[in-house]
């Protein structure tokens, strides 16, 4: 039965059902847990990438043309791709690390892998918001570019690479709903199969309600935290 031929408050009202959100629990864990781990990678790998694409530019602290051609090149093919292909394309990476190429933990490399490239622009561009001249004050009290970037840079950037980061972990939630459709299970799993392919529009609406749930929560933390940053630097 299509959606449209269901009463739209019928459905909404059968998605409050209680079995329905029992049968949810799993799978909001499963998403959790994916959103979690992808995360930290993300965060990691995405900030170190930043940083080498920020320190070696042409304004950067130490200019490498190679290093930075090269590495801006690799994060330019890797964003050009669909979300969809670069799940396919990291199947052989999750089958070689895991042994097996579905479920939650292999398709966190194919979430991780396209989102990776996306905050390490964040944070390249987040980085270079920083003025000129307060990097010239730190070269010349004698500060190495490891201390100018680590304790000059990114502590000056840290709201806006906090606000970069929210904008990541938003579009990993998306990820975690497509991966679903590839055997990661989670919120994505239950919305295909239940609400896509059974015409369950009740279980499809509870999908909705999560996700709208989790990325609320989520951008209200990252503007709660970068806004408290700002204050306490104000203040000081």
Not at 188 to 213: K, N
């Amino acid at each position: 039965m299509s959606l449209l031929d269901t009463p739209i408050w019928e459905v909404i009202k059968g998605s409050f059902a209680p079995e329905i959100w029992r049968d949810m629990v799993t799978p909001i864990l499963d998403t959790l847990y994916i959103t979690a781990v992808a995360s930290v990678i993300v965060l990691i790998l995405g900030v170190l990438l930043g940083i080498l694409l920020t320190a070696t530019s042409a304004e950067g602290v130490f200019p490498l043309k190679i290093p930075y051609t090269a590495t801006g090149w690799l994060i330019n093919v890797l964003r050009s791709l669909p979300q969809t292909i670069m799940i396919i394309l990291m199947i052989p990476v999750a089958r070689l690390l895991f042994g097996r190429s579905y479920g939650r933990d292999p398709c966190i490399i194919s979430i991780a892998a396209s989102c990776i490239p996306m905050f390490a622009r964040i944070v390249e561009s987040s980085l270079k918001e920083i003025s000129k001249g307060k990097v010239e004050a730190a070269k010349s009290i004698g500060c190495t570019n490891f201390q100018i970037v680590f304790r000059a840079i990114i502590p000056e950037t840290l709201p806006s690479l906090i606000r970069g980061f929210t904008v990541a972990v938003i579009s990993i939630i998306s990820m975690t709903a497509l991966a679903g459709m590839f055997g990661a299970g989670g919120i994505g799993d239950v919305a295909v199969r239940f609400g896509y392919q059974r015409f369950q529009h009740d279980r499809l609406f509870a999908c909705v309600y999560v996700l709208v749930i989790l990325v609320q929560v989520i951008q209200g933390t990252g503007n709660l935290v970068s806004t408290h940053i700002l204050r306490k630097r104000n203040l000081v």
